[in-house]
Nanobody, 128 residues
Framework: QVQLVESGGALVQAGGSLRLSCAAS????????MAWFRQAPGKPREFATA????????YYTDSVKGRFTISRDNAKNTVYLQMNSLKPEDTAVYYC?????????????????????WGQGTQVTVSS
């Protein structure tokens, strides 16, 4: 299995930008579909974005489309989340997740249950 460590969370003003990083270690990074989820206080963990290993396709929840970009550097075993035009409602703990499974339905990649490796999370706070 792979170990995931997120970094880059911070306090930022609305309209600002942040880049989160998720460094993977323990085994080869290749073969893993990677995702970012987020969880605000009192709310369930929700899908933000994912990048598939098999075809490199990316997926975004509607609320972050056009503002967030997921990317990966396989040589560095790292996945990134570039967040622009941040809003107070983006405030949450952001979690990196990974899975080696290839699902027949892409909908599984939108679910926390579709991932079996998780990082500890990094706090993003957007002030108004």
């Amino acid at each position: 299995q792979v170990q995931l460590v997120e970094s880059g969370g911070a306090l930022v003003q609305a309209g600002g930008s942040l880049r989160l990083s998720c460094a993977a270690s323990g085994r080869t990074f290749s073969g893993y579909t990677m995702a970012w989820f987020r969880q605000a206080p009192g709310k369930p963990r929700e899908f933000a974005t994912a990048i598939k290993w098999t075809d490199g396709n990316t997926y975004y929840t509607d609320s972050v489309k056009g503002r967030f970009t997921i990317s990966r550097d396989n040589a560095k075993n790292t996945v990134y989340l570039q967040m622009n035009s941040l809003k107070p409602e983006d405030t949450a703990v952001y979690y990196c997740a990974a899975t080696r499974f290839t699902y027949l339905s892409n909908s599984r990649y939108y679910m926390p249950s579709g991932y079996d490796q998780w990082g500890q999370g990094t706090q993003v706070t957007v002030s108004s």
